[in-house]
């Protein structure tokens, strides 16, 4: 049976180039996984050749290798170090121009252009980071404008997984690996076709230009399966259940002073985590202080100036960082915003230098005596 | 630190040579047109590597570049100090003692006859160190050389009577600000990026190269126990999972600001491992 | 849509001597339009901003119902504070707010008022007491505990004096490391809990000061039948943005910038004296 043609749809893989050049046409600047430097990184796609055809990733703690397959595969990279934080929440945003007036300075907000810009290939976990960063920057007590122009431009277009890293954990999050909301088409790459479904209106739109053959049922039935392997594959996992209250009553335990002599407070896990939202705002004049330049930047917990207050620093150890990173993107972001600030895209075990791992040191944390539980592949065969 | 009075007149600036190569002060010409604005500024008073007009002190404020390495440059950094009301020290030579400070764990003596037919000629210390161990120093700039950038920044704070204030957190916040990919986790190389200083920009893991900590230290050179860098825990993963042998990491803190403590104590661990 | 980083000029009209590194500065928008807009409440905080320097949270100190004129008084402890130090009448400063909750004076109405402060953190606690004494008739008795190391220390030594000859009114003083001319209590301010009588259903506590002084005190105002959340704290993080995205201020599952930075203590119990929190 087939399903209706405005939800849903099949492009042979072999004609994605239709998708990318109707999305151009519509004036979307296309963004896509590209391979530099031994990963991927999100950058402008102007053919599907850019795309990280056959290539597939490997990640574990503090390791990340390409491999190529020779297959024509093209989302066969689940994903690097980038989520979509970059494109709402920018690494460098110029917040205002101030100079010198009558009445001592004028500011000028120098808000960016809002951009057409159609991004394929984010996972169900960047989507969960994606509203969840929303909810902080557009629903909370104010709004961000920054935030709301970049994000008013954007398109997504999503990828179910059907492939788990060793360092995915969605499934326990309930993020993924399938993309439930927040995209406007979403893929599922069945061998050599992509069933194409929309999630918006502007996806439906998008779809109906496309003009495809209308999905089977059979190759839902086989994408379903396929996903919910993916689920079933994972092997590493974040019990949530006990949390925040177990994470607040963890506050002394002897973990953290391990986890402190492993930890480099290099921040690498705040940068790659899709929903860390810290940021400080670096304020540069020029020589003759005529003008100034606002300007907001990623921070970090575990930097030095987080934690201080004049002449003093609440957080000066890294155990102490430590403690305040994972408390509150396990524990307080629940109070904060009722959800967990983890989304399980595993970003912060592969890309830290020394592979320190959350699911592990979680387990340990809720165990009385402060050893882990046993390894993911032990938690798995348990 | 010291303040330099509201400026009725231009700042008085002298650039200074100790024992070093000259990159941190060609950093400064390096400026281009923000050095013309420097010099609307300032008054550029000493700076014998740009000009030949070399105007006695006092000065506002000295660019110190280079170490103490001989027993005369000991007693002439001395008579900077009493010159400049700021003291600033510019790059990892002055800050740190430099790579030249490699003579530190050597036999100087050696070197000298190995090198010089003359070697009675030479005058020159055992040790190579920083101005710090020497004379107050009021401001420290990392690097080898130095970033223009971070210059400037802290020349127009003085200018406008502010303190200074430079960045000191790990090189990895801004690799990842500028998305680069990180050459450990992808490539295996030993970089030194998350123990070292921000200020140069990320420019080796930008070209794919791995850091070699020439901005020193993350969060300074004299910390206390707990707190960052943490040396020891990157040490051990080059060690253990990148598969350097001990000698391979006692060199990677061993380098240009291998004479500052957590560096120099990192490498002395692993000279015992050796 | 409103942009909350947008900074808005205001001169300095007056620069009062508090004590040396402090002073209480009293800004006037520039703009009259944000001038005739602007209203805060009792213990809320702007962002003070200084061209080319930066930002930096200080609690509004003057009365709510002038907000003509914004008091705000600064230590000169770190790079922009110091700067600020520098500043003149007729220099401009930037304002950026109000942000924050301040203390409960709706919700004391009618009840006695118990005020503990401690240091030099006492000034975000005075506008709350001049609001008070403005409206000395809406309150019961007025208590105030104040704390210092040494009489040096001792701010607005005036306004004690004056306060203290307020009806229904008692201020006492205690000194740790007094010197001859201090004809107070001796010792820490907690000490001065067993100098007052407390009705404890009919009062509300405010508390500003060290996190330790709240520590050490909120146990033995609860021993006196204070419930917890009747005591109000005034607490202190690091705070860049003042709207409650930069991240900095957290204490647990709070943003002390829209959440406090007056608490009720029942809600920060558990963070409160928690190492790296």
Known sequence: ?????????????????????????????????????????????????????????????????????????????????????????????????????????????????????????????????????????????????????????????????????????????????????????????????????????????????????????????????????????????????????????????????????????????????????????????????????????????????????????????????????????????????????????????????????????????????????GTPQQMESS | MAKLEAPRKRPRLAVIKFASCDGCQLSIL???????????????????????????????????????????????????????????????????????ALRNWADVESFKRAVYPNPEYIQSLSTSTPISEHVRVDFELWGCPIDKGQLLRVMTDLVGGVQPRVPADSVCLECKRQGHVCVLVAKGLPCLGPVTRTGCGAICPSMGRDCYGCFGPSEGARKGPGLPPNTTSLARHFHDELQLIPVEVLRRFRGINGAVDPFRNESTVWENKG | ??????????????????????????????????????????????????????EVAISIVSDPDEPEFLNHTIRAVGRVTKAIAELQPGDVLGIRGPFGQGWPLEEARGRNVVIVTGGLGCAPVVGAIEYLFKRREQYGSIKILHGVKTPHDLLYRERFDQWRRAPDTEVLLASDQPDKTWNYHIGVVTELFEEVAIDPMKSIALMCGPEIMMRLGVPILMRRGIPASTIYVSLERHMECGIGLCGHCQMGPYFLCKDGPVMRYDRVAQWLGRTGV
């Open chain 1, 1 to 373: 049976m087939a399903i209706a043609s405005e939800t849903c749809g099949i492009l042979p893989s072999a004609h994605l180039q239709r998708l990318l050049d109707t999305l151009s046409a519509k004036g979307y600047r296309i963004v896509g996984p590209i391979v530099r430097d031994g990963s991927v990184v999100w950058d402008t796609v102007r053919s599907v050749s850019d795309l990280p055809i056959g290539w597939r990733d490997q990640q574990e703690p503090g390791r990340y290798r390409l491999e190529q397959t020779g297959s024509q595969e093209v989302f066969g990279v689940v994903h690097g170090a980038q989520s979509l934080k970059q494109f709402v929440f920018a690494p460098r945003e110029p917040l205002l121009q101030i100079e010198r007036s009558k009445d001592g300075f004028a500011t000028r907000p120098t808000l960016p252009q809002s951009e057409k810009v159609a991004i394929i290939g984010a996972r169900a976990c960047d989507l969960a980071g994606l509203t969840i960063q929303d909810r902080i920057f557009l629903n909370d007590a104010y709004r961000d404008p920054y935030y709301a122009s970049r994000r008013e431009g954007l398109f997504v277009i999503a990828v179910n997984c059907t492939r788990a890293l060793s360092t995915c954990f969605c499934a326990s999050m309930e993020t993924g690996p399938r993309a439930k909301h927040g995209f406007d088409l979403v893929l599922t790459e069945v061998d050599d076709s992509l069933l194409i479904e929309a999630g918006s209106e502007a996806g439906r739109d998008l779809l109906s230009n496309l003009c495809l053959s209308t999905g089977s049922e059979q190759l839902s039935a086989e994408a379903a399966r396929r996903i919910e392997a993916c689920a079933q594959s994972q092997v590493r996992r974040l019990d949530h259940s006990r949390l925040p209250q177990a994470l607040y009553d963890a506050h002394e335990h002897p973990r953290w002073d391990e986890l402190a002599g492993r930890c480099l407070a290099c921040t690498n896990c705040t940068m790659v985590c899709p929903t860390c939202f810290c940021h400080t705002v670096e304020e540069t004049p020029d020589l003759s202080h005529q003008q100034s330049t606002h300007t907001r930047l990623w921070d970090s917990c575990f930097t030095q100036e987080h934690g201080y207050i004049h002449g003093k620093n609440v957080r000066p150890t890294i155990k102490d960082r430590y403690r305040m990173w994972l408390t509150h993107k396990l524990a307080s972001w629940i109070d904060q915003f009722g959800t967990s600030g983890c989304v399980g895209c595993g970003r912060c075990i592969t890309w830290c230098p020394v592979g320190i791992d959350v699911t592990e040191e979680l387990s340990a944390l809720l165990t009385q005596d402060g050893r882990s539980s």
């Open chain 2, 30 to 100: 390096n400026l281009e047109e923000d050095l013309l604005a420097l010099g609307e500024a300032l008054d550029i008073a000493y700076f014998p590597e740009a000009s030949s007009a070399m105007n006695a002190g006092p000065y506002d404020i000295a660019l110190v570049e280079g170490s103490i390495t001989t027993a005369e440059d000991a007693h002439r950094i001395l008579s900077v100090r009493q010159q400049a009301k700021v003291l600033i020290t510019i790059g990892a030579c002055a800050t740190a003692g430099g790579i030249q």
């Open chain 3, 1 to 54: 849509m409103t942009n909350p980083y947008v900074i808005h000029p205001a001169t300095i009209i007056e620069k009062v001597w508090e004590a040396e590194d402090i002073n209480t500065y009293r800004l006037q928008l520039v703009d009259e339009r944000a001038r005739q807009q602007f209203r805060f409440k009792a213990g809320q905080f702007n962002m003070v901003y200084l061209f080319g320097v930066g």
